[in-house]
């Protein structure tokens, strides 16, 4: 099913399950952030191929997730501080760009795959999960955690490992959750390995 949202460019990958904090203060995007709260719907973050975040329209990923606004403030007059939450992964069909500099996509939900739970080879990931939300504070997951659920465990590994935007996109375009962490896998062992 085709949709029209306004698509956010940004040097960061959001994953479905995932928070994403954001300070707004372009125009077009206070109006893109005032309309989504208005009428309760989402906008799409997309990975930055070319270009920057602020000034002249970057150019977004092709596959990217769209993201819900959980909690608002507006600490002063034209800037929203935004608590956002990855929802579902799309592709991007079309673009364009409105007068005011907001990029219009033209977007295909991506559909999820099957739940699936974690097999044991896997165990050694989930535990690490499970210790990094000890460590960080479950309170900056959302909630409750689904630490039985390989995409969740995959995704939110994902957004935690300390390697290139780049990589993480690769890893959000699987739309395979045992792929994921075969992935995940493979790259912590390449950080350990570059120790």
């Not at 372009?26 to 000034?55: H, Q, W």
């Not at 939900?109 to 960080?136: A, F, M, N, S, T």
């Not at 995704?155 to 959750?177: G, H, I, M, T």
């Amino acid at each position: 099913m085709a949709m029209e949202i306004p698509i956010f460019p940004l040097g960061t990958v959001l994953f479905p399950g995932g928070r994403l904090p954001l300070r707004i203060f372009e125009p077009r995007y206070v109006e893109m952030t005032k309309a989504c709260i208005r009428d309760n719907t989402v906008f799409g973050v997309s990975l930055i191929r070319a270009g920057y975040e602020a000034g002249t329209p970057a150019v977004p990923s092709e596959i990217g997730c769209t993201a819900r606004i959980v909690d608002w403030d507006v600490p002063n007059p034209g800037l929203f501080t935004l608590n956002t939450q990855g929802e579902t992964v799309f592709r991007l069909k079309s673009r364009r760009t409105q007068d005011d500099g907001l990029i219009v996509g033209e977007i295909e939900l991506i559909e999820p795959p099957d739940p699936i739970g974690v097999p044991e080879r896997y165990e050694k990931l989930q535990q690490l999960l499970r210790d990094l939300v000890h460590e960080i504070g479950a309170e900056n997951f959302t909630r409750p955690p689904r630490f039985d659920d390989a995409a969740w465990v995959g995704s939110r590994l994902a957004e935690l490992l300390p390697v290139q935007p780049e990589r993480k996109q690769k890893l959000l375009e699987a739309n395979d959750p045992l792929r994921l962490l075969a992935e995940v896998e493979n790259l912590l062992r390449d950080l350990r390995d570059d120790r």
